[in-house]
C-alpha cells in the first residue's frame, strides 16, 4: 500500500525567505504525487503533481517539488515566502494503481511571519 | 463560481439524529468522492461515484452511513443515528475519468455532533 510521512508538522519561516516542507513516500512502484493547500475555511487547493514525466514539478503560486525517488521523497519548495502562503499543506499520494482514492498525509501547517 | 459546491457548511445536531449533505461537482466530471477530515488529520477517503454507480466504498464508511448520486450529477451523504465521532468535516471533490485524478475539493461542511 502507499503511504505518505510529513516530516514536519508545523514550519515557520519569515517573509521572503525561502520554504521547505518535506514528505516521503513509500511505494511498490512508481507513485503519482501531488500536493495540495487548504486555506482556513476554504477547500483544498491543488498545487502541483507529479506524474512520472519530469521530476522537478513546477506548480501555481511560484511552487515547485522534485521527485527524488532514491530518497523517496517529493518535498515541496518555494524561493521566498508570502505572507499569503500561511496554510496547511498536504502531501499525497495515489492509493495504489488504479486505485481512484487519494492518500492524505498529516499536514504541514505554514507560518509566515511578518 | 464553476467550482464544488456543499451544503450546509455547517451543521450541529444532537447524538442520535439523522443529517444529510449535499454536493454538486464541477458539471462536466463524471466522478465524485466523499472524504472525512477530523481535527489535526489529513482527509480520509470514504467513497466514490462515476456517474450514478457508487464503485468503492471505505471501511470507514459504517452502516450507519450512505451516499447517493441518483442521477449522477449531485451527491448525497447521510449519516443515521449519529454519533459523537461522527463530528468532522466532511469534504467533497470531483474529477474527470482517466488522468491522473486531478480532484477538486468543495469547502466541506464541518459536523458538530453535541
Known amino acids: 500500500a502507499q503511504s505518505v510521512t510529513q516530516l514536519d508538522s508545523h514550519v515557520s519561516v519569515s517573509e521572503g525567505t525561502p520554504v521547505l516542507l518535506r514528505c516521503n513516500y513509500s511505494s511498490s512502484y512508481s507513485p503519482s504525487l501531488f500536493w495540495y493547500v487548504q486555506h482556513p475555511n476554504k477547500g483544498l487547493q491543488l498545487l502541483l503533481k507529479y506524474t512520472s514525466a519530469a521530476t522537478l514539478v513546477k506548480g501555481i503560486n511560484g511552487f515547485e517539488a522534485e521527485f527524488k525517488k532514491s530518497e523517496t521523497s517529493f518535498h515541496l519548495t518555494k524561493p521566498s515566502a508570502h505572507m499569503s502562503d500561511a496554510a496547511e499543506y498536504f502531501c499525497?499520494?495515489?492509493?495504489?494503481?488504479?486505485?481512484?482514492?487519494?492518500?492524505f498525509g498529516t499536514g504541514t501547517r505554514l507560518t509566515v511571519i511578518p | 463560481d464553476t467550482g464544488v459546491s456543499q451544503d450546509p457548511r455547517h451543521k450541529i445536531t444532537k447524538r442520535g439524529q439523522n443529517v444529510t449533505f449535499r454536493c454538486d461537482p464541477i458539471?462536466?466530471?463524471?466522478?465524485l468522492y466523499w472524504y472525512r477530515q477530523t481535527l489535526g488529520q489529513g482527509p480520509e477517503f470514504l467513497t466514490y461515484f462515476q456517474n450514478e454507480a457508487q464503485l468503492e466504498k471505505s471501511r470507514l464508511l459504517s452502516d450507519r452511513f450512505s451516499a447517493e448520486r441518483p442521477k449522477g450529477s449531485f451527491s448525497t451523504l447521510e449519516i443515521q443515528r449519529t454519533e459523537q465521532g461522527d463530528s468532522a468535516m466532511y469534504l467533497c471533490a470531483s474529477s474527470l475519468e482517466g488522468g491522473v485524478l486531478e480532484q477538486y475539493f468543495g469547502p466541506g461542511t464541518r459536523l458538530t455532533v453535541t
Open positions: 458539471s462536466e466530471h463524471n466522478r
Open positions: 499525497v499520494v495515489r492509493a495504489r494503481t488504479g486505485a481512484n482514492n487519494l492518500f
